[in-house]
């Protein structure tokens, strides 16, 4: 069974820029939630998918937004990227709220 | 709001030591709650989980812990750590009724180092 996929893994973009980051999560899983990672804050909750609709979003600004297509795969996207945007992206994939399988991430870097 | 205290930021262990990690959880109602351990550069890897039943779970790669409603704790252990330990160790949970939608709460780690 094929675990959480995101691509791309290194991601380098400057700023102002956008970014889309994509997430397959495991098959027959219909939630998918992300999540950033940085060294001051932590782990922190974006959103949360499942089937196509946004169920829950974090405390995160506008800027941050995604979507989940109808085979479960995800994307999220960062709209005039900031410094302090720099984060591992984490993507979990979900039957229900009993298992998150997390992905590898994609590590952003905007310079 | 909920909120999830990891007490121990480093803690250093000898090859062969047990170990335990701390976690206390804030929150209303029994959340799940989950251990994840990370090595650099990696995603987060499910340790063990619990839901409800009996307090003492046991999980992957020899890790068990034991949740302690009266102390709102699930601290993680291991009899005896080896140097494929070191890595940093996340305590999270989840609300009881949210369905799913809510995201996992995470403390801000424990790293843990083994000397040889």
């Known amino acids: 069974k094929a675990g959480v996929t995101q691509t791309p893994r290194y991601l380098i973009k400057t700023r102002g820029q956008q970014v889309t980051l994509s997430c397959s999560p495991i098959s027959g899983h219909r939630s998918v939630s992300w999540y950033q990672q940085t060294p001051g804050q932590g782990l922190q909750f974006l959103f949360e998918y499942f089937s196509e609709t946004q169920r829950n979003k974090g405390n995160f600004p506008g800027r941050f937004s995604g979507r989940q297509f109808s085979n479960s795969r995800s994307e999220m996207n960062v709209s005039t990227l900031e410094l302090g945007d720099s984060a591992l992206y984490l993507c979990?994939?979900?039957?229900?709220?009993?298992?998150?399988?997390f992905g590898s991430g994609t590590r952003l870097t905007v310079v | 709001a909920q909120s999830v205290t990891q007490p121990d930021i480093h803690i250093t262990v000898s090859e062969g030591a047990s170990l335990e990690l701390r976690c206390n959880y804030s929150y209303g109602a029994t959340p799940y709650l989950f251990w994840y351990v990370q090595s650099p550069g990696q995603g987060l890897q499910l340790l063990l989980k619990?839901?409800?039943?009996?307090?003492l779970v046991q999980g992957i790669k020899g890790f068990e812990a034991e949740f302690k409603r009266s102390q709102s704790s699930f601290n993680l252990r291991k009899p005896s750590v080896h140097w494929s330990d070191a890595a940093e160790y996340f305590c999270?949970?989840?609300?009881?009724?949210?369905?799913?939608?809510?995201?996992?709460?995470f403390g801000k780690g424990t790293h843990l180092i083994i000397q040889p």
């Open positions: 979990a994939s979900s039957p229900g709220q009993h298992g998150y399988t």
């Open positions: 619990y839901f409800s039943g009996d307090t």
């Open positions: 999270a949970v989840v609300p009881y009724s949210g369905g799913g939608a809510d995201g996992l709460t």
